[in-house]
């Protein structure tokens, strides 16, 4: 799968991926009113809302950019009615020939994990039929419980041609707490020991000259992801922590690879809620979603900038 | 919260919870047959196998036990009629006065966090109104995302009065891949480093003479259990692995505190699926369910006489 990112990275020539985190406080006005009128101030009408906003964003961007990320939290916190919209986001932006890396950061036990695993990017097993639950392309993993937590979603990986990214060193103020406590058996911090395991994971989903097996290294830790860029040579990261999160183009540079690949840069709320920017104030609520077109312009703009 | 879940545990004096974990092989053939003749071989005719399972278990031992705890995961590979079947199942066992821990192990930064917290243990604001979208009492969260992961949590339980269980040491073999780790500043694993901070988070979320933020440390670590009870005495230990992990009933002592309270064990497999153990064969697949209660009147023995 790491595969089909790159062709379509190499395509857009733009190696980033659009975070479709909806918060109702970004959708316009117009589109709750609508979704409240036909459903009500219910979980329901706040599940159609953010699907119209969701479509309406992917519509105005999907023919600039490789991959969305939609943050299945959410969409979870409107319950099963937020799942809905969570699976039609899903299954719409494949339908656009889109990647999804649905960030789930989800992370288990043995068989537990497997059922995750299953669930979002494999297929379970019913009677003498198989069903995919999600189906998103790439799920993002929380490494805490060690490799048993992220084996059942290689396999899952190897036998669906899916992938994963591992959480490695986040890109929120206290990421350090417990990701930067050196070990003193290792002498090295505690995310590097992470990437150490995501590379060895790595080596047994290898998909041409990248693993399946990638991993997360927030943009706000710029010193960071310039050694673990070296440590994880075959590794792809996903950087979150763009734009509203701090991080710019100009930081990025090392999370890149001399080929040009290598890391792909989510922007959430700086590119879906482009229209409450004062540079982009002039789209107005009811343009929104071109405003968001060019704030993806923009993104690409900025980064390729950087990564040239 | 907590102060109810020891209310209900001092009532039953069973410190025990069952994990509603329920594998499509561990659900009878008569009732999958029932499920897939109303619904066909597919996702909602699994959701109806494993919601049949349960309740006909939790109608079975809800009068012996405080608490049960659901692990999303094995409704979750189901997709959307899994995540149904999740939610038809939290408000079944809180309908027959039952604690619901929903083991969903999530964890984020900031506003994501804050998603999680308020999907599963709040109330989500939607126009004028607000909903609860999946209203488990507690849930299990992730910490390798330092605090910011886990205050949005917080705050959500203490508007609603909840709880939540971090994990410290999980019962898994790898566990200490990166858990047991010594950190060279403070001189002790991560695990410990954990324990510290939940205490720290437990300080802000008292209910009675314990802290509505627990932890999970597992049965298979006695050790570690013993060291870490100590160094957490107000945090209550949820803990995983007995049974079918390996871990026995003495091996629990060091769990308790002094005044016979601080730790409730889960089983899951040993509990729901007892009818296919040698043990309890005599009951067949028909009484699966009389099968799961007399596995519950037997764990409860062996953890009160190692607890007393």
Redesign the interface.
Known sequence: MIRKLIEKIVKTDAPIVVGL?P??SYVPEHI?KAA?EEHG???E??AEAIWQFNKAIVDATSDLIPAVKP?I??Y?????P???AY?KTVDYCKSKGLIVIGDI?????????E??A???LGK??????T????DEDFATV????????VKPFLKVCNENDKGIFV?VK??????????D???????RP?YE??AK?VVEWGEESMDGDYSNVGCVVGATYPEMGRVLRKLMPKTYILVPGYGAQGGKGEDLVHYFNADGLGAIVNSSRGIIAAYKQEKYSAYGAEHFADASRQAVLDMIADINGARK
């Open positions: 985190d918060m109702l709750t409240f101030e219910t979980l009408g706040a943050q939290a959410m979870e916190q409107f319950g099963i937020g799942m809905i699976k950061k989800r992370g288990d036990i043995g068989s537990t994990s059922a995750y299953v669930g979002h379970v097993v019913v009677g003498s039929k069903y995919a639950g999600f929380n490494p805490y419980l060690g490799s048993d937590g959480l986040t890109s929120n103020p206290s990421s350090g707490e417990f990701q406590q050196i070990s003193e058996d290792e002498e505690l020991l992470v395991k």
